[in-house]
């Protein structure tokens, strides 16, 4: 009987990514809807039998997706069935809603990775040149914009150094892709917390922000990359891309534990929801000043325990 339904919900549910996955390629309108929802079938399938009838799931998916479009969509299905498989995986084995959002990063961060691979080697398309070409235009366009609008022009010297600051993107495409796989990650385990709840009737939910807590080891791979940039390392080496990547990556998640404990503070404290909420949108428009505050003081939370020292205070 669980064999006969297995097979059911399996071809139900690629089913249902093949119709998302072709209105996702064709209708352009609602495809950044379709697109989010992609992951969802697989979450639902693996949340219910975990990850090895999941990969069959993922290989039929992948086929139809080739036949039904063009074999140029194959990263798609891989990209969102990973990422689902992870989440839904997870949610099998009832781990924590923070756990589940670590193990579906990794997945959608191995998707985007074979994503890269697949364009290099098929579609012959270096992306990292890609994207050196994009920058380059969009500087040009910005200086004939100012030419036109009567700005006086950038020297040499500042276009070098513009130059140079956008031509680091590149080197930080390791975190640029973490950051898209945490956000895929989040987005499509928020949804499918939903659906799931609604359809199987189980109390899946994010905890709140402000219980958000990262591990300590987190502040000592921090401080050791802090400690290798005083090495003078060689700046085209691949020590010197990775440990900016790593500060880069260590650093946002830092940030977002001084946010959480912000959170935590205002809601021990009583105070108003509207203060948490204002500093955020004031770091987001005095980045330069605040960030660095709030990276220092999701530190501090980590390394010295912060909130559990306002709890005893106020017990």
Same mark, same amino acid.
């Given at each position: 009987?669980?064999?006969?339904?297995?097979?059911?919900?399996?071809?139900?549910?690629?089913?249902?990514?093949?119709?998302?996955?072709?209105?996702?390629?064709?209708?352009?309108?609602?495809?950044?809807?379709?697109?989010?929802?992609?992951?969802?079938?697989?979450? !639902?399938?693996?949340?219910?039998?975990?990850?090895?009838?999941?990969?069959?799931?993922?290989?039929?998916?992948?086929?139809?997706?080739?036949?039904?479009?063009?074999?140029?969509?194959?990263?798609?299905?891989?990209?969102? /069935?990973?990422?689902?498989?992870?989440?839904?995986?997870?949610?099998?084995?009832?781990?924590?809603?923070?756990?589940?959002?670590?193990? /579906?990063?990794?997945?959608?961060?191995?998707?985007?990775?074979?994503?890269?691979?697949?364009?290099?080697?098929?579609?012959?398309?270096? !992306?990292?040149?890609?994207?050196?070409?994009?920058?380059?235009?969009?500087?040009?366009?910005?200086?004939?914009?100012?030419?036109?609008? /009567?700005?006086?022009?950038?020297?040499?010297?500042?276009?070098? =150094? !513009?130059?140079?600051?956008?031509?680091? !993107?590149?080197?930080?495409?390791?975190?640029?892709?973490?950051?898209?796989?945490?956000?895929?990650?989040?987005?499509?385990?928020?949804?499918?917390?939903?659906?799931?709840?609604?359809?199987?009737?189980?109390?899946?939910?994010?905890?709140?922000?402000?219980?958000?807590?990262?591990?300590?080891?987190?502040?000592?791979?921090?401080?050791?990359?802090?400690?290798?940039?005083?090495?003078?390392?060689?700046?085209?080496? =691949?020590?010197?891309?990775?440990?900016?990547?790593?500060?880069?990556?260590?650093?946002?998640?830092?940030?977002?534990?001084?946010?959480?404990?912000?959170?935590?503070?205002?809601?021990?404290?009583?105070?108003?929801?509207?203060?948490?909420?204002?500093?955020?949108?004031?770091?987001?428009?005095?980045?330069?000043?605040?960030?660095?505050?709030?990276?220092?003081?999701?530190?501090?939370?980590? /390394?010295?325990?912060?909130?559990?020292?306002?709890?005893?205070?106020?017990?």
């Amino acid at each position: 009987m669980n064999q006969s339904r297995q097979l059911t919900d399996g071809a139900l549910l690629t089913a249902i990514f093949m119709i998302l996955m072709l209105i996702a390629t064709f209708v352009p309108i609602i495809t950044l809807i379709a697109t989010f929802l992609l992951p969802v079938p697989f979450i !639902l399938f693996a949340s219910r039998y975990d990850w090895k009838p999941s990969i069959v799931m993922l290989i039929a998916t992948s086929i139809l997706s080739a036949l039904l479009t063009s074999i140029f969509s194959l990263p798609l299905p891989i990209l969102m /069935g990973l990422g689902g498989i992870m989440i839904g995986s997870a949610i099998y084995h009832r781990l924590s809603a923070y756990e589940t959002l670590a193990r /579906g990063t990794i997945g959608f961060v191995i998707g985007l990775v074979f994503i890269f691979i697949f364009s290099q080697y098929v579609f012959q398309v270096n !992306l990292v040149n890609e994207m050196n070409n994009m920058i380059e235009q969009s500087i040009t366009m910005s200086q004939d914009v100012m030419n036109q609008i /009567g700005i006086e022009e950038l020297s040499e010297e500042q276009m070098d =150094m !513009l130059t140079e600051q956008f031509g680091m !993107l590149t080197d930080l495409l390791p975190v640029l892709i973490a950051i898209a796989g945490l956000l895929l990650a989040f987005i499509s385990q928020w949804i499918s917390y939903k659906v799931i709840s609604r359809i199987d009737n189980k109390q899946l939910q994010f905890p709140p922000f402000r219980m958000l807590r990262m591990p300590v080891s987190l502040i000592w791979i921090y401080f050791f990359s802090l400690i290798m940039t005083f090495f003078g390392l060689n700046e085209d080496g =691949m020590v010197y891309l990775a440990v900016n990547n790593v500060l880069m990556l260590v650093g946002i998640l830092m940030t977002l534990q001084g946010f959480s404990f912000i959170f935590y503070y205002a809601y021990v404290k009583q105070m108003s929801k509207a203060l948490p909420i204002a500093s955020v949108a004031l770091t987001v428009f005095l980045p330069f000043f605040l960030l660095y505050l709030v990276r220092l003081l999701g530190i501090i939370d980590i /390394g010295f325990s912060l909130r559990d020292r306002i709890s005893n205070d106020k017990k």
